[in-house]
């Protein structure tokens, strides 16, 4: 019944999904409490206190209408995120260059649906959010890998090659999943000049997409580039699933802002595509509360102590990574660069992680930290025990 290329895909099992199922394997043998499961990026900080209120406070409400609107969303609610924009980055935002969407993940898809031609390339950065890769063959589009450099900022060099007349767009993610690297400003710079001399070598637009779901996990002082500042035309992807805590909720916006070459038609084309893929408009209570939610986000420190107990316990046992500025996750380097056998061993003490031959970077695992404090303090010893499975030299 299913199509070829869907029935392919199943056979692909995604190295998340595979840790998952493992993490459910370990628990029922033996207990929730003594399996670590740091596979996920399902955020357990507890949503704030206001969301919850206004939730009840609109659920309350005998005249709350449930009724089709426009696919952009309600236009109080994107006046409220233009204007808390047009106040933290100083951009001239009206309604018309916001469009709420079904989380990120939505927004990336009616973005591409928008865009690509069979055939355009799409550039991703190693390593990558493994769906970046459905998304993309979702519209044809072909993907092209940059690698990174040491840091896991990107390598420009790599960038100024892969650059073709096929591409189309290219996707920045920062805070970065899965290393928590913050692309610096330079960065940003950088790229918006490659991508300017090359929309002018080949003289049509390229289009820099910025998915931002953990804009607002940052653990450093340091402030994030804001991509449309360096690059006009930039769209940015963001999402509450991880700063209000609301993952499965799928709510988040698109900025086109006005700038964005043929912006009019675009922004159609991504409204035309959200109906099209019967998304039809973003749910509608949840945009309610984010609109009255718009200056809150999650206990930051929930996830700041939650770092540094993991990333204290790494360093001192001796394992190879670089601390996570932003989102929840530290890429760990494989002894031996043997990514297998590093999962395999940290299986038999119980420690579910995620390779990263999964987001196009063999060698690595990716330790996500946005599970409760508890699972991380029992956690230690088993990561101390898995150093010395692994011979590694404490500090
Ligand atoms: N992009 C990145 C880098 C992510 O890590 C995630 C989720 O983990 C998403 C997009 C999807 O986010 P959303 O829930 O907003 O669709």
Redesign the pocket.
């Known amino acids: 019944m299913i199509s070829k290329e869907m029935n392919k895909n199943l056979s692909i099992n995604g190295g998340i999904r595979e840790a998952f199922n493992e993490a459910r394997r370990q628990k029922a043998l033996y207990g929730d409490e003594n399996v670590y499961d740091l596979s996920i ?1 399902n955020p357990s900080a507890p949503v704030p206190r206001k969301v919850t209120e206004v939730l009840k406070d609109f659920c309350g409400k005998k005249e709350l209408d449930h009724q089709y609107m426009c696919e952009s969303g309600y236009e109080e609610v994107r006046e409220k995120i233009a204007d808390h924009l047009n106040q933290k980055y100083n951009t001239g935002y009206g309604i018309n260059n916001i469009i709420m969407t ?7 898809n009616i973005v591409l649906r928008a865009l690509l031609n069979p055939g355009d390339e799409v550039i991703i950065f190693r390593p990558y ?1 493994p ?1 970046y890769k459905g998304f993309v063959e979702n519209w044809q589009g072909k993907i092209v890998e940059v690698n990174p450099k040491e840091d896991f900022q990107p390598d420009f060099e790599d960038l100024e090659h892969k650059i073709t007349i096929r591409t189309k767009v290219v996707i920045v ?1 920062s805070p ?2 899965p290393t928590g690297v913050i692309y610096t400003k330079e960065t940003a710079a950088k790229i918006s000049e490659i991508l300017k001399s090359k929309q002018k070598e080949y003289g049509h637009a390229i289009c820099l997409l910025s ?1 931002e ?2 804009r607002d996990l940052v653990y450093i002082e340091e402030e994030l580039p804001w991509w449309p500042d360096f690059y006009r035309n930039t769209i940015v992807s963001y ?4 700063s209000l805590s609301l ?1 499965g909720e ?1 709510i ?1 916006y698109l900025t086109i802002p006005t700038e964005v070459e043929d912006s009019e038609n675009v922004i159609k084309a991504v409204r035309l595509a959200m109906g099209r893929l019967g998304f039809v408009n973003a749910p509608a209570l949840f945009q309610r509360i984010v609109g009255e939610c718009i200056d809150e986000q999650v206990d930051l420190e929930y996830y700041a102590k939650n770092r540094q107990i993991l990333y204290g316990t790494l360093k001192q046992c001796g394992y190879e990574c670089i601390e996570p500025k932003g ?1 929840f996750y530290i890429f760990v380097k494989a002894p031996d660069n043997n990514e297998e056998r590093f999962l395999e061993l940290a299986r038999k003490r119980h420690l579910i992680f995620v390779g990263g031959s999964s987001f196009g970077y063999s060698g690595y695992v990716r330790l996500s930290f946005c599970c409760k404090y508890e699972v991380l303090q029992r956690a230690t010893d088993a990561l101390k025990h898995l150093a010395d499975d692994c011979r590694l030299t404490a500090s």
Do not use: E, M, T, W
């Open positions: 990026g079904n989380g990120v993940a939505g927004g990336i959010y769906a993610n970065h999943n998915d779901p953990y999402s509450f699933s991880k993952a799928r988040g989102a």
